[in-house]
């Protein structure tokens, strides 16, 4: 081969591998700001799966005090209309019975009465 051909072919060359990398230098960006934008949009949906956990927590907890005081509400109104009813009608006396409320005073009863809510 002569000089001037080899130099050619050596140039061109050179050219071919500045070519590759400079397509690897872009490909290199290009898979670091993908990597970037997973990371980025990973974060975000972790935080965005925190907030529905501690919000569907929040919600049943919620659920669960609202049956837990309605079942409160239930046992304190059978305990103040209910109890003195069956206290009164199980037991027998010639006096009158007065049975005074403590969870709820509001209420009196008598055997000749029937409840009365002020």
């Not at 081969?1 to 590759?20: Q, R």
């Not at 009608?89 to 209420?107: F, K």
Request: proline content about 4%; glycine content about 2%.
């Amino acid at each position: 081969m002569s000089p001037a051909l080899d130099n050619k072919v050596w140039g061109w060359l050179l050219a071919a591998c500045f070519t590759v990398l400079i397509g690897c230098c872009i490909l290199t960006v290009n898979a670091h700001i993908t990597l970037n934008e997973y990371q980025t949009t990973r974060s975000q949906d972790i935080a965005m799966m925190r907030q529905e956990i501690v919000r569907t927590s929040l919600a049943q907890s919620d659920s669960f005090r609202m049956q837990i005081n309605n079942g409160n509400d239930q046992l304190k109104q059978y305990i103040d209309i209910q109890v003195p009813l069956k206290a009164r009608d199980a037991i027998y006396s010639v006096s009158p019975i007065n049975i005074n409320q403590t969870a709820n005073p509001a209420i009196t009863t008598s055997p000749n009465t029937t409840i009365k809510s002020k």
